[in-house]
């Protein structure tokens, strides 16, 4: 069996990840108690269902403790879990709450909305530490579509390297575990022809190619992450997610990101994802 978890904070999208596995032909199951995840993974293989997809959140009340551990016992039985951690700002989360005027799960009279997605953020530390992070904050629900139909596309490969460009005026990306700041390499910003282009045009690629600084950074970068890159397989992490920051995200960063994951890509699974592009 394929099994997805989809988790998260409340407000980040869980519905529209779902749906797209529904779309894809997963058997698909909404706010299932986390207590119940084994005895459901039980039936579901028996009566025949390959491609299963589940969300679990705070919605599962107490036993949301045990999911860590169960998701450890179905790895040991050969099930194929993969677990899809979807995030967003504070603020960003407060403003959707204030479009579709929804309750947050753990709201009550003690509990202001912020307090509410602090504590829901508290609650998910442990399982969002097993998870592969998206960070949907600045994403529109097309581009999540097409970064969840990426991420199932490798769910269950081994160790997924993915490499994300973004721009520091919008804040570092909180699905980053490595970042690296590419802000003092030269701008093709202020070339009045370069500007209206990104990182993956030719005429950028070749004037960033051009540039030796540019290259050191990269070879610096490249050198870093194959160096480690056997300590967090070790580590039996799934998903390892590079984060390379320019000031707009638009050059500078997305070179690097596009010609970091071409070379990594003979070496295992890869995504790419262009923040500020999306």
């Given at each position: 069996m394929q099994l997805i978890l989809i988790t998260g904070l409340s407000g980040s999208g869980k519905s529209v990840a779902l749906n797209v596995l529904e779309d894809s032909s997963f058997y698909c199951v909404d706010n299932l108690p986390a207590k119940l995840l084994p005895e459901l993974v039980g039936f579901l293989t028996a009566a025949g269902y390959e491609r299963v997809a589940l969300s679990i959140?705070?919605?599962g009340g107490t036993t949301l403790t045990e999911l860590p551990r169960q998701i450890a016992d179905l790895k040991r039985a050969g099930v194929e879990v993969s677990v899809l951690f979807l995030d967003a700002k504070a603020d960003t989360l407060i403003k959707r709450y204030s479009e579709t005027r929804r309750r947050h799960?753990?709201?009550?009279?003690?509990l202001t909305l912020p307090e509410?997605?602090?504590?829901?953020?508290?609650?998910?530390?442990?399982?969002?530490?097993?998870?592969?992070r998206v960070d949907t904050s600045d994403l529109s629900p097309n581009t999540l579509r097409s970064w969840v139909k990426d991420f199932v596309g490798l769910a269950g490969s081994g160790l997924t390297l993915l490499f994300e460009s973004f721009g520091y005026k919008n804040g570092i990306p909180l699905d980053a575990d490595l970042v690296f700041d590419v802000r003092c390499l030269p701008n093709?910003?202020?070339?009045?022809?370069?500007?209206?282009?990104?990182?993956?045009?030719?005429?950028v690629i070749d004037f960033l190619s051009a540039n030796s600084d540019t290259q050191k950074m990269l070879d610096d970068i490249r050198r870093f992450v194959e160096n480690w890159l056997p300590s967090f397989n070790r580590d039996n992490r799934s998903y390892l997610t590079v984060a390379v920051?320019?000031?707009?995200?638009?050059?500078?960063?997305?070179?690097?990101a596009e010609v970091l994951?071409?070379?990594?890509?003979?070496?295992?699974?890869?995504?790419?994802?262009?923040?500020e592009l999306s």
């Open positions: 959140d705070v919605r799960p753990l709201s009550d009279s003690a509410c997605i602090a504590r829901e953020r508290e609650l998910l530390t442990d399982i969002a530490d097993l998870a592969h093709p910003h202020y070339d009045p022809q370069l500007r209206p282009l990104t990182g993956k045009d030719q005429t920051g320019c000031t707009g995200g638009r050059h500078r960063s997305v070179y690097l994951a071409g070379h990594f890509r003979t070496q295992t699974p890869v995504l790419v994802r262009h923040r």
